[in-house]
């Protein structure tokens, strides 16, 4: 059986295509659009420019659907349509338009299925995951392999640059401003004494500042101290930046160093000292919620 599966993000529109052979998900096809739909929101509405690019993104895929023979397909939607003021109105007219029944998933729900999903493909003990995308982050604190609190954040890489930073080149100051932002929010939501030994990375934020250790500083291995150099040095120097990224994630010019700050940040506040890049996050979590993989715990 093959199941198609399309996240609605506010960077981009990705379809993953997945066949179930018993209990098992194997993807074999992935494919994406950079529709950038946190960028195309004013007064905190979804443009009609946004509407259109997410119907243009979504009718793009179709295509690929249909050659891969999927049986089914489910698309959900995460901070790209629900933090907006006219979710209603621009899902009706997305979904009027494509032909999709579009599924807005809460915050909560999105942080638990992440956790799912990661925690399918590899074993996470102790730690925080940490779900950066475009416009929004989710932290699952961890313990003994269980989710103990979930919080979602409004803030993610392409909102980050957007709100604090306009334009490129990022400036010290206001990747600081960003970072006390994301502070004041997580200290709202989570104990000063909540401490996580590795931060589990998931999304395009903690995949790119993986691929920047790895160009810059190949021998580090995901330590958060490094990570921070990093991040300072190429707020230093606009011209290795602009090579760095191009050659880690060029679709990611605008948003790499804010989302390496917001990864920076989290890890400072829970004292992570390590970053473990997950390969499983909530588009996993999701098919497997919805073909009823994930028990009980996942109704």
Excluded: W
Aim: proline content about 2%; aromatic content about 8%; charged content about 25%.
């Amino acid at each position: 059986m093959k199941y198609a599966v399309i996240d609605i993000g506010s960077n981009t529109v990705r379809l993953c295509v997945y066949e179930q052979k018993g209990d098992k998900l194997s993807l074999i096809l992935n494919r994406r659009v950079m529709a950038l739909l946190g960028s195309k929101v004013v007064d905190g509405m979804l443009t009609q420019e946004g509407i259109t690019a997410a119907c243009d993104a979504l009718l793009s895929l179709k295509d690929f659907i249909r050659k891969s023979k999927a049986q089914k397909t489910f698309v959900f939607a995460t901070a790209a349509l629900r933090n907006i003021a006219n979710t209603e109105a621009a899902v009706s007219e997305i979904q009027k338009k494509t032909g999709f029944f579009i599924d807005v998933l809460s915050g909560e729900d999105e942080a638990f299925l992440t956790f799912s999903g990661a925690a399918g493909e590899q074993d996470i003990y102790d730690g925080v995951i940490a779900d950066i995308g475009g416009g929004s982050t989710e932290l699952v604190l961890i313990k003994e392999g269980k989710p103990v609190q979930t919080a979602s954040f409004p803030i993610g890489s392409l909102t980050a640059f957007v709100r604090f930073v306009g334009k490129r080149p990022a400036e010290r100051e206001q990747i600081m401003a960003l970072r006390q932002f994301v502070r004041k929010m997580i200290a709202e939501k989570f104990a000063k004494e909540t401490t996580a030994k590795v931060l589990y990375g998931i999304g395009g934020a903690a995949r790119t500042a993986h691929e920047l250790e790895k160009i810059l500083y190949p021998a580090s291995g995901g330590a958060f101290k490094t990570l921070e150099t990093l991040l300072y040095r190429l707020l230093d120097d606009e011209p290795l930046a602009e090579k760095s990224i191009l050659q880690a994630s060029p679709e990611r010019l605008d948003t790499a160093l804010p989302g390496v700050a917001i990864l920076c940040e989290v890890a400072d506040i829970f004292g992570c000292q390590n970053l473990d890049v997950c390969k499983a996050g909530v588009r996993e979590g999701y098919i497997q919620k919805q073909i009823g993989l994930l028990g009980n715990e996942g109704a």
